[in-house]
Structures are given as structure tokens and as C-alpha cells.
């Protein structure tokens, strides 16, 4: 019908489509938290199990050790899982206001600069391209942008370099994060922004992250109005010489 009864029915329709699939996405979230929680709580208990039948004290250490970061990991999965399913209420409910990246973006390097050790990687601010003010909300940027650059750090060669950009384009700001690190697998560049993505760096600690920080950065930008995408960097010949995430908020108005 092409009356006033017909578009209720059809809003009607689409109002019980949505939250069929929001009841989807919230099952399927749910079975992905039990699932990474209960790695962590089944080491956790064959250590203790271990632990009550060795008197040997080095092996103790051991276990307690991995104990520690067990529970460690536990708690890094629970604070992320928590951001990660409050975010869409929060930002539906919490007005954007016009907020200028560049000083933003000055601040995270000098705050790297200062905490940065022998060998970490070193972030290279370009200057801003134009006007660089987005509509947004300043925490959740400044989440974004600090979960990027960590993982920058985390591919990052010794001694490697992190460009940091930022410019205006056809309405919209882009950020770029870029890296000197491995690259991404090409069938992998969607991929690396699903809810607990694992593949990391050799030799990074494990349980080090919890999978989900680029999952809460897309989920981020999606909700402001932007996008975040992720590619290789490549040289003249083709050669990949990095990754490079952008970012794609709403230029204010």
C-alpha cells in the first residue's frame, strides 16, 4: 500500500529487521567473549593444577609467572569488552562538538616523545594540510588515534619511523598513521578489524592486547560519521614498506 498504513508497516518492518540483526550481533559477540575469556581461565587453572603437585621453586616462579599474565590479560580483555559494547550507546546519546586535531596530534608526540625508550620507534609529525577541525567527540578521537599509533609500535622495526599526517579532503579530514613494519596480507586488510583479531608481531608478549583495539577504533569512527581503513605502503618497484591506517571524520562546519 502507498498510503499512510503502508508506511507505517514498511517502518514497522524495517524497526523488527534491525533488531533481529542487533540480536545477532549481540549473540555473536557474546560467543566471542566466552570463547577469549575462557583461553585465559583454562591456563590459569592448569597452572594452579600444576602448581599444587610441583615442590620445585624455580617451577613455581614459572607458573605463578604465567599466572600473573593470565590474569593480567583477563583484565585487558574485561576493559575492552566493556569500552567495545558501551560505545554505539554512549556516542548515540553524547552530542559532537567541533574539535581541532592539530593540537591533538602535537600533543600525542610530544607524550610519546617523552615516554619513549632506546630503540622504540619515533613518530613524525607533518604539518597540517588546511583546516583540520572535525565534528566528533575529543576522547573517542584521541582513543582512535592512541590505539593506531600503539599499533604502529607494535610492527615497527627498531629505530623505525611513524608518520603521522593529517589533511582536509572533499569534506572530510583524513588522518594517517603509517608505519615502517611488515606490512599487511593483502586478504587480511579487512580482516585485522574484527573483534579479536590475534595475529601479532614475533616476539611481542602474549596476550599483550586484546585483539580488539582496531575493532573499537572502526566502531568509533562508524558512529561519528567516518571510516578507518587500512593498506599497504608500497615503493616504486611494488615492494611493500609498510602498513597505513586512515582515519575519515566529518570536517566541522
Do not use: C
Not at 136 to 154: D, K
Amino acid at each position: 500500500r502507498h498510503d499512510e498504513v503502508g508506511e507505517l508497516a514498511q517502518s514497522l518492518a524495517a524497526s523488527a529487521r534491525a533488531l533481529w540483526d542487533r540480536m545477532d550481533a549481540i549473540e555473536r559477540f557474546g560467543a566471542d567473549v566466552a570463547h577469549e575469556i575462557k583461553n585465559p581461565l583454562t591456563s590459569i587453572r592448569s597452572a594452579i593444577e600444576t602448581l599444587r603437585r610441583i615442590d620445585d621453586p624455580a617451577k613455581q616462579r614459572r607458573l605463578l609467572g604465567i599466572i600473573a599474565d593470565d590474569v593480567a590479560r583477563l583484565d585487558r580483555l574485561i576493559s575492552d569488552i566493556s569500552d567495545a559494547s558501551r560505545i554505539d550507546a554512549e556516542l548515540s546519546r553524547q552530542a559532537t562538538e567541533p574539535v581541532d586535531l592539530a593540537p591533538i596530534l602535537s600533543t600525542l608526540v610530544e607524550l610519546d616523545e617523552a615516554t619513549r625508550t632506546e630503540g622504540q620507534p619515533r613518530i613524525a609529525l607533518a604539518p597540517p594540510e588546511g583546516s583540520v577541525i572535525v565534528q566528533a567527540v575529543e576522547g573517542r578521537v584521541v582513543q582512535v588515534l592512541r590505539n593506531l599509533i600503539a599499533n604502529a609500535q607494535s610492527f615497527s622495526p627498531r629505530d623505525g619511523r611513524i608518520g603521522l599526517a593529517a589533511r582536509e579532503v572533499n569534506g572530510m579530514v583524513e588522518v594517517s598513521v603509517e608505519d615502517d613494519g611488515p606490512g599487511i596480507p593483502e586478504p587480511k586488510l579487512e580482516h585485522i578489524f574484527d573483534r579479536f583479531y590475534s595475529e601479532r608481531p614475533q616476539g611481542e608478549d602474549f596476550g599483550k592486547h586484546s585483539g580488539l583495539g582496531l575493532s573499537i577504533s572502526r566502531q568509533i569512527g562508524e558512529a561519528l560519521r567516518g571510516r578507518i581503513t587500512a593498506e599497504n605502503r608500497r615503493d616504486g618497484r611494488g615492494q611493500v614498506r609498510g602498513a597505513r591506517f586512515v582515519v575519515r571524520l566529518p570536517r566541522a562546519v
